[in-house]
């Protein structure tokens, strides 16, 4: 009868094998010593060709091996404690891992010195690779691809399997109709969170948010702990966003179910944030997307209205000339405190007034990222070189403003 799998014995490895018998190792860890060659093999299938090559008994079955301790037997165990772990979650991919005594693994390495074999594999890969599979042929999840919805973490020594469960995401953008709604969740400056009697307990300075609007949804669809919202820059409070909206990306952590149907949370949405928060281009992301979002930087279109006592001739001969500059905006005195203080160079890539009244005139601007628009309208005392009072020579105090469009893509 011929093997299935032919498996040549290198001599110089019939020549190690001897140096492992009688070392109290079990079949696993006895044939692993040899697991790079014949391909296809179990490491106990491996020893029992090589002890039957070698002329010797088999290697008995040990509940004490010396390598592994008996690791290997209990994989059935280490199975069932995984899949516990994850009952009440959703997960279609997963990755696993292990935690060794730091002492076995080197009591390992030693012995592949000692038996001079050079075909050895560590005792955790292959544990990890059985354990991922034995985990996908109970579960009919798919193990070791590149974005789990879970990862399995067996710690032996402990004796229990560390669950984590990755977030789950969701991209959109948002128009924000209310000048009073902060762009994320706004805690007390007072009780920073707790709840005080200067938030009547809320923990929060603005009841809600726009992440705290769209997340509400999400929330109770996938039964998540918490959100992280993030969004391509943000607006003032007291600025609307309108246009297409500001992309997005709502990140669920730790949800117990990841399969969302997007129709009713947009009903939710529509229902729930009626003229607070618009959500368009509502649909499912990527984690890779929370850096795309946060890291674009975008030209932005602004309308704002200014109060000031300049004639609308005036006004535009200034636009004119403040395209063909750039602009030194040193960190406005109201961020100051959050951001470090520095000059930036901008510009105004495009501007004109749409509407001219008496002792106002509204504004359509487009500028770089991270122009702030208001400095640069009322000059910020000096800080904004040049700015459209300065280019004006008057006093000029914004009333109002909304972002009209992102140009992302
Ligand atoms: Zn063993
Ligand atoms: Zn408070």
New binding site residues.
């Given amino acids: 009868m011929t093997d299935p799998v032919d498996f040549e014995i290198p001599p110089a490895a019939a020549a190690c094998a001897p140096k492992a018998l009688g070392r109290g190792l079990c079949p696993e860890c006895f044939g692993r010593l040899f697991g790079q060659l014949g391909h296809g093999l179990s490491n106990p299938e491996r020893a029992r060709r090589l002890t039957e090559a070698l002329g010797v008994p088999p290697v008995p079955e040990t509940s004490d091996c010396f390598v592994c301790g008996g690791i290997f037997s209990r994989l059935p165990t280490w199975v069932d404690r995984s899949v516990r772990a994850a009952d009440g979650f959703e997960w279609h991919r997963f990755t696993c891992g292990s935690r060794w005594e730091p002492e076995r693994l080197a009591r390992e390495e030693a012995l592949w010195i000692e038996v001079g074999t050079e075909w050895g594999e560590s005792a955790r890969s292959a544990f990890n690779r059985e354990l991922g599979k034995r985990i996908e042929a109970a579960s009919g999840a798919s193990g070791g691809t590149e974005r789990p919805d879970v990862v399995f973490l067996a710690d032996l020594p402990v004796g229990r399997v560390e669950l984590t469960v990755l977030p789950v995401y969701f991209a959109g953008r948002y128009r924000k109709l209310d000048r009073t709604l902060p762009q994320t969740r706004w805690p ?1 400056r ?2 920073r969170g ?3 009697s ?2 009547n307990g809320t ?1 929060k300075t603005y009841s809600t948010s726009v992440e705290e609007v769209i997340a509400a949804p999400f929330v109770a669809a996938t039964g998540a702990d918490g959100t992280r919202f993030h969004g391509m820059g943000r607006e003032d409070i007291d600025a609307r966003m309108l246009g297409r909206g500001r992309p997005f990306v709502l990140e669920l952590l730790h949800p117990h179910r990841r399969t969302v149907d997007l129709e009713p949370v947009r009903e939710a949405l529509s229902r729930g944030a009626a003229g607070r928060v618009e959500v368009l281009d509502l649909r499912v992301a990527e984690a890779p997307e929370v850096v795309r979002v946060k890291e674009a930087s975008p030209e932005k279109s602004y309308r704002v209205g200014v109060a000031g006592d300049v004639p609308v001739a005036k006004v535009n001969e200034a636009l004119e000339l403040a395209l063909t500059q750039a602009i030194a905006q040193r960190t406005p005195k109201r961020v100051a405190h959050r951001r470090s203080d520095r000059v930036r160079t901008r510009r105004v890539v495009a501007a004109r007034v749409v509407e001219a009244n008496p002792g106002r005139f509204t504004l359509e601007i487009r500028t770089e990222a991270g122009t702030y628009v208001k400095e640069w309208v009322e000059g910020d005392d000096g800080r904004t070189t040049p700015s459209l009072a300065s280019l004006t020579g008057a006093a000029l105090k914004v009333e109002f403003l909304d972002v009209l469009e992102i140009h992302d893509s």
């Fill in positions: 007390c007072r009780c707790r709840g005080c200067s938030c923990g």
